[in-house]
């Protein structure tokens, strides 16, 4: 598996790849995420949709989170070739 998974449940978005999960606020307005538009390790181009909004352009930057987490980015990002959005 070459793509990770980015999803949401209002208030956390998930970013899923192989065997690891990271989790991480976001605004409670968003609905979901609609497209991605961009991925450029660790750099994500999405569409989301938000509470009593248009589907918007938005970005999630990667790379500051997983270093919170203590993750080494570059391994982590280096296999990812693609973000699929997914929702069960």
Not at 59 to 86: C, G, M, T
Request: net charge negative; hydrophobic share 40%.
């Amino acid at each position: 598996m070459d793509y990770a998974i980015l999803s949401n449940d209002r208030q956390y978005t998930y970013f899923t790849f192989r065997n690891q999960m990271i989790r991480f606020r976001t605004s409670r307005r968003l609905e979901r995420y609609t497209e991605v538009l961009e991925w450029d390790f660790g750099y994500i181009v999405v569409m989301a949709k938000y509470e009593s909004f248009p589907a918007m352009e938005d970005y999630i930057d990667l790379i500051p989170i997983l270093e919170d987490l203590y993750i080494d980015a570059n391994d982590f990002l280096s296999p990812i070739q693609k973000v699929r959005i997914q929702y069960d």
